[in-house]
């Protein structure tokens, strides 16, 4: 299984944010430039158009928290291994230690 480039990820979260808001935007003041006869048509494709980009902006949003999230998780096991690391030959010390005395 292929592993997931969370660096790659969080260097594009922000650019993903900004492009859902930009789109939402874009969808918005679209909405202003249709004439009355396919009004109705339009803005139903403009409701899915904004929906479609709250959403996207919404994932953007929880891939960058989930990013960063596993970012510190990542941080905090090899802290946890560095001292694991550290106990296991402050033990092997210690059993050398009462060995040898």
Same mark, same amino acid.
């Given at each position: 299984?292929?592993?997931?480039?969370?660096?790659?990820?969080?260097?594009?979260?922000? @650019?993903? !944010?900004? *492009? =859902?808001?930009? #789109?939402?935007?874009? /969808?918005?003041?679209? %909405?202003?430039?249709?004439?009355?006869?396919?009004?109705?048509?339009?803005?139903?494709?403009?409701? @899915?158009? !904004?929906? *479609? =980009?709250?959403? #996207?902006?919404?994932? /953007?949003?929880?891939? %960058?928290?989930?990013?960063?999230?596993?970012?510190?998780?990542?941080?905090?096991?090899?802290?946890?291994?560095?001292?694991?690391?550290?106990?296991? #030959?402050?033990?092997? /010390?210690?059993?050398?230690?009462?060995?040898?005395?």
């Amino acid at each position: 299984m292929p592993s997931i480039p969370w660096g790659a990820i969080l260097r594009h979260a922000p @650019a993903l !944010v900004a *492009s =859902a808001a930009r #789109l939402l935007v874009t /969808a918005d003041e679209n %909405r202003h430039k249709q004439n009355q006869t396919t009004q109705t048509r339009l803005d139903q494709l403009e409701k @899915a158009s !904004v929906e *479609s =980009a709250q959403l #996207l902006r919404d994932l /953007a949003e929880q891939v %960058r928290v989930l990013a960063a999230t596993q970012a510190a998780e990542a941080r905090n096991t090899r802290i946890a291994i560095g001292l694991a690391a550290g106990a296991i #030959l402050i033990g092997v /010390a210690a059993i050398l230690l009462a060995v040898w005395r």
